[in-house]
């Protein structure tokens, strides 16, 4: 068992803090991780009294009162030195802690991963990767919010950042990357796609033109890469859509006494299906390319997806995940490409 260190923002998401410090206890059971338990100090230490973990030395309180509400300017984080967001970053840089991990204020987490945390070395801007499930297994959609305004060479860094992360957490030898158009011939596209387009044929990347939408789903590729600007909107999309089906198929369970007695047989199938859309199942999202480990998990996340995103931190360290990186960048982008 791997001797981590995390700080968890304990201020941020709607059932913090006491999900988020029950998340945590559960990560320190389950993994032996070390946590700082970063937020308002008499608020953790009452849950974790009552949890009868106070003293514990794996779950060290760290007192922050000040927290980044969602409504709140991103850029705000840096001038709120005592807010949890803030004072884990800091942990993280100061080398006190091996990660971040927040269901807070998602730019917020983005401004203290890029600017306190820092960028890992040979990456020029982080990017968020998520991976959707298809049919065959998950594809990899990078960038999906960090970057709303990218150049052409971001994008190729992206798209080896997506190839890492394909490979080396997901375990796909040699991961099929494709560029997100609105057609697959390769003149399709805006100004961004098609300048794109001929760098990505330069790179060392098994890279087979471009995607179409249609393709994100369907396990045609095993990474796609995009602008943070149209990722994001996707994955909102896609999050959306995922809810609205699942509701839309008990409306019509309750409709008849024939379609009750179908579900019940299809139960099995539905409850698989459900776990593979489930948010708490994964965790949280990875900002790529940080220093160290800063895992972005949903607002509404409770103690399962917070014991979940520390442990999708941990996995990004037990592989080596920023040494692969950076010799990724090196090896995969002509020196030509990167400039």
């Known amino acids: 068992m791997e001797h981590y260190s995390f700080a968890l ?27 700082f338990l970063v937020g308002d100090g008499k608020k953790i230490e009452a849950i974790l009294r009552k949890s009868g973990e106070l003293g514990n030395p794996l779950l060290e309180v760290v007192d922050a009162p000040e ?26 840089r100061e080398g006190k802690a091996q990660g971040l991990i927040s269901a807070g204020n998602t730019g917020a987490v983005l401004a203290v991963g890029k600017f306190i945390v820092g960028a890992e070395e040979e990456v020029e801007r982080p990017a968020i990767a998520v991976a959707l499930p298809n049919p065959k297994g998950k594809t990899v959609l990078i960038d999906v919010g960090a970057n709303v305004d990218s150049k ?43 300048e794109t387009y001929p760098l990505l044929k330069q790179t060392g990347l098994n890279f087979l033109g471009n995607a179409e939408g249609r393709d994100i789903y369907a396990g045609t590729f095993d990474v796609i890469v995009c602008d943070g600007f149209v990722g994001n909107i996707i994955l909102k999309a896609s999050e959306s859509l995922g809810l609205a089906v699942v509701q839309m198929i008990k409306e019509e369970i309750k409709k008849s006494l024939l379609a009750k007695f179908g579900a019940f047989l299809l139960l099995p199938a539905l409850n698989s299906f459900r776990k593979k859309a489930d948010f708490t199942e994964y965790g949280g999202i990875p900002l790529l390319g940080a220093k160290k480990p800063v895992i972005i998990t949903h607002g509404k996340a ?4 917070i014991k979940n995103a520390i442990k999708v931190a941990g996995e990004f360290l037990s592989h080596d995940f920023n040494v692969k990186l950076v010799e990724n960048i090196r090896e995969l982008i002509p020196e030509e490409v990167r400039v």
Do not use: M, W
């Open 67 to 92: 927290n980044v509400g969602f409504q709140e300017s991103p850029s705000s984080v840096l001038k709120k030195k005592n807010s949890s967001l803030y004072v884990g970053a800091k942990l993280v």
């Open 152 to 194: 052409p060479r971001h994008l190729v860094q992206f798209a080896v950042i997506g190839h890492t992360y394909a490979q080396e957490i997901l375990g796909i030898k040699n991961p099929r990357v494709g560029l997100l158009s609105i057609g697959e011939e390769e003149g399709k596209g805006n100004e961004l796609v098609k």
């Open 9 to 35: 923002d304990c201020n941020g998401g709607d059932y913090a803090p006491l999900e988020i410090v029950r998340g945590g206890i559960l990560a320190s059971k389950e993994f032996g991780y070390k946590l």
């Open 302 to 305: 409770n103690a399962k997806a």
